[in-house]
């Protein structure tokens, strides 16, 4: 992990999630039997100390459970982000798993003392990520005199951002004072952004076909007509003839995005780039007249995780891949690769994931894989050719069992409910529902999402949509939790209103209607509880803001699912989409509903005046779709203000 990655998720936990400082707690739901756990280990904070409402800590928390809320200290804050913790409300620990990447479980003090380099008492020159640390208490430095830490002194209770005071005080931030700073041993330090005053970029290392954020500086007059475009640095100054066909005009004092990758423009069609060096140049006018350019690195397509259930091995991917890469299983301690080193069990990356109109957020992609060996002492090997070039590794982990929520059980138990909808009735294809159930007796319970008109007769659940109430996923729970406990009587799963490809994890376009949740309290067919009808909605598309001056044509939609939708612009009259090339696309975000800029980069895809459409397209199994990539689900017309 670098530290800027590190910082980002200081940053989002601050900013985006509900928390409580716990004592203990490296991001546990607050949960009464997590809370009952710690109370065990640190009885005089959790049953004696009195927090600062009047009761105990405790007591405090408890007020708190069942509502989405996660507890940190403060030297757990710092271990509960190195042991990958991803803010899972399913995973007791948030998602962490304790001791990842043999990061210890220490003190701050400890930490100070023996896992920081470059400790000093100085404050006038901090790195991001830096450890911050004064006699109890410690937090991250995030730049700009700030810093993110986990307290109970009030004002503060949870994960906040502050001002270092020995930096100054900022307004509107409670401000701390800290003894030393150092860095810690388990990041590795990057520029947060590399560059000059005129150009800079936001990291010095990206995957290929991640974004890259460019930064414009306060430019002199001899830039008339400043445009930024991507290059191998091998080319040197041999600009025309070598461009890799991402190229924007831009201003003075603006940003601009990039993607890391290849653009055929003929054919509209992207490429991976391949591991090397790279730089944004920027231009003075609309020829080559260079002004400064920035460097950096690109490198493949990384694992980011690897999860084992039973059966199963759930991987995630960041970076973009082309056909013939392939994952393999491997024991941890194997470094080479080749044909006589096989892996224990390999896959293809399925080719509908390499699709040019994936639309992963930032080439994000997950993949299913079958696997019976358990994960002990493996890992996850991704290569990026049908041969043993080695992109990534990660470590194989295992998934765990879920925590009982107790009081949503006792609410339950006086209504008598036993399957609860956190949600409303009506949704958007693609949106996820938070299920809550209540009094299972069974460790194979488990839920699913059918159609309304099923009517009590239940068999395969032909969505793919479903899950144990024991841990979330798709296979059952053999080891159960550290007590060996397997069954979960009272909590809550997620579930995507998609169709799911189960061998490869592919979520898909789920056709508008209505639909129900079904909770089956054994491992057959016989419903426990079915909720009342969800209603799924027609997709929708409209057109938004449309600027000439800035190229852009602004689209909102509703009823995407998250992979493979974009949205083409076509002649109003146009129906065959099929053999027909738009004239321009982007690709949806991961949610369900948003925003679309779709800002073509050549000049003559801007469009003269008169009525055109815009249309969504989704990925869906469906036979007489017309294709998977090519199912249209809504569409609006425009009128191109180009006069």
Sequence with gaps: MTNIEFVNKAIEI???YKTLYAKGMYGHVLTESNISSLSNDYPYWYIEKESASGKTNGEHLKQYTGKGYFGFDCICLIK?????????????RGGSQYELNDVPD????????SFCTDVTTDFSNLVPGEFLWKDGHCGIYIGNGL??????TPPQDGVEVTAVANMGNKAGYTSRSWTKHGQLKYLTYISEATGNSQIQVDKSSYCSGEKINVKIGNLDSSYTEPWIGLYRCEIGSNFKGNSLGMWKNVTKNSSAVLTAMLVDLDKNISYALKDGDYKVVLFKDQGYTKGTEVRFQVKGAQICEAKYDEKWIDISIHGYL????????????????NANKKSLKWQYIPKQMLNQKSCQKNYFTTMRMPFSGGSDDYKIVLFSDSGYQKASEHKLNSVTIHTDILTDAISAATSGEKLKMISGGTFYCGENIDVSFYGVTSKDAWIGLYPYSANNSYSKCDTGMWCYTANGQQCPITGGDKNGKKQVSNGRIRLSLNTMDTNTGTLRYLKPGKYQVVLFNSGGYTPYAVSEPITVLEPTLTAGTLSFVAGEYKFEYH???CYDSWIGIYDKYETDYENTASFAWARVKEQSFGTVTIKPNMPNLIMPSKYYKAVLFVNSTDEGAGGETYRSVASCEFLGPWD
Excluded: C, K
């Excluded at 509960?80 to 007791?92: A, Q, T």
């Excluded at 810093?147 to 109970?152: F, I, L, M, Y």
């Excluded at 393999?328 to 301690?333: D, F, I, K, R």
């Design 106 to 113: 220490e003190t701050e003090q400890a930490y100070i003392d």
């Design 147 to 152: 810093a993110v830490d986990s307290t109970n």
């Design 80 to 92: 509960g982000i190195l042991w990958g913790w991803s803010g899972d409300l399913n995973h007791y």
């Design 559 to 561: 009823g995407a699912p």
């Design 322 to 337: 082309m056909e013939g890469a392939w994952v393999g299983v491997y024991p941890t301690g194997q470094t080479e690769f």
């Design 14 to 16: 601050a900013m985006t």
